[in-house]
């Protein structure tokens, strides 16, 4: 947890992952009491981290070291570094399948 070299990548992740602003027009649109609206962007939001924080503290807690840094590398595998049954043509697969268009 020392360890903020990666803050950066980190913070663009979870900027990125909570980006539904494009939805919050429609919402307060249909809400019945929109001065409820702060309220519910708030709640909304403190879901949405404690879901990422709880998913990110078990995959942490499950694998912590044995996890790569390029996450598309752990594709197919166990935590040990072994090959999942059935999932071998996962790693046939090329890199552009997975690249962000």
Known sequence: LSDVGGMPVTLSIVATS???????GPVYARM???EHFTKFCV???AAA????????ATGYLLYSDAVSANLLDNVGFDAEGRPLPGMAW???LP???FAPQ
Not at 19 to 24: G, K, L, M, N, W
Not at 49 to 56: D, E, H, P, R, S
């Open 18 to 24: 909570m980006t539904a602003h494009s939805e919050a």
């Open 95 to 97: 890199p552009p399948v």
């Open 32 to 34: 019945a009491s929109k």
């Open 49 to 56: 981290t404690a879901l990422y924080l709880a998913v990110g």
């Open 90 to 92: 996962l790693q046939r």
């Open 43 to 45: 709640g909304a939001f």
